[in-house]
């Protein structure tokens, strides 16, 4: 398994994505820090908040190289990522979790929609049978 925290700047505020990768799979998870974090305060809230964060569901992908041993080429690789923003799988993670979310909030206003309809119906019910009896 290999994790990787990816810290950059997303209008207004300091935004950590996390990347785990386990062979061909890819599950990422966002977290928006605020002010720009330092070093000692990113291990920090590592230690207290790592288990809490909600991985988005697995995407399957190439398996990971390893890192290019040239420096040269490092650098290279990351202006390009830097340019390039957040990586493609994790944004396609990121987005399975969106849209299981959207997914559950919806069929939850449905649920909620449908009882307010019956509460509404049952409503005009009672108000019929009262008129019929003359109160």
Not at 48 to 64: D, I, M, N, Q, R
Not at 105 to 125: I, N, S, T, V
Request: glycine letters at 6%.
């Amino acid at each position: 398994m290999r994790i990787t925290l990816t810290v950059f700047f997303e209008s207004p505020f300091y935004v950590g994505l996390f990347e785990r990768q386990e062979g061909t799979r890819l599950s990422a998870a966002r977290v928006v820090f605020g002010a720009e974090p330092t070093g000692p305060e990113l291990l920090s809230w590592l230690q207290e908040h790592y288990a809490s964060l909600t991985f988005s569901p697995c995407v399957e992908g190439a398996k990971a190289e390893p890192a290019a041993a040239n420096p040269k080429r490092r650098l290279r690789e990351a202006a390009r990522f830097r340019t390039a923003g957040v990586g493609t799988r994790a944004q396609q993670a990121l987005q399975l979790a969106r849209e299981a979310h959207q997914l559950l909030r919806q069929q939850h206003a449905r649920e909620q929609r449908a009882q307010e309809q019956e509460r509404q119906f049952q409503l005009r019910q009672e108000r019929k049978k009262a008129r019929h009896r003359g109160h």
